[in-house]
């Protein structure tokens, strides 16, 4: 299957498992187990919520990780200030990077914005370098408007 059509099955699985579902942290849950069965190469998807001024973990799927990040530190944090998706193609180079697994290559992370208040982050690692791409930032920005206001 290619990236179009593995995303385009991805956002009806999402649409159909949070559609009628009354609670942000049930949709954000089964959003980050969807992600984390759909899409190949991954070793980490999940979410960390913006809460005061740090960055807090949310749900995930993959290896237990840093729970709190500050704002500016890591690939999160630099994505959340700048407010803008974040495509980290290798992720020994990204000075500042939190590994959290030390299997983890590369790197997307996407803010998720309503309101224009930035609420939480889709974050997702893969063990291969250069993993995400335009198609990965552009299904994973529409992804990120399913998102339940918190
Ligand atoms: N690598 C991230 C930290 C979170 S883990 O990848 C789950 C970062 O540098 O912000």
Known sequence: MNKTA??????RDIRSLTTD?????????NTA???????PDINWAGFYFLKKDT??????????ACVLIEM???VCGTAAVRRETLIVDDVLSFPGHISCD????????VPVIKNYTLQSL??????????????????????????PEL
């Open 6 to 11: 593995y995303y385009e099955a991805l956002i």
């Open 21 to 29: 579902v009354d609670d942000a942290i049930a949709n954000y849950a």
């Open 33 to 39: 187990a969807a992600i984390w069965h759909s899409l």
């Open 55 to 64: 960055l807090v973990l949310g749900p995930f799927q993959g290896k237990p």
């Open 72 to 74: 500016g530190k890591g």
């Open 102 to 109: 030390a299997d983890s290559r590369s790197e997307i992370v």
């Open 122 to 147: 889709i974050d997702i690692d893969s063990p291969r370098k250069k993993r995400f791409d335009e198609t990965d930032k552009k299904y994973l920005e529409d992804i990120a408007t399913l998102l």
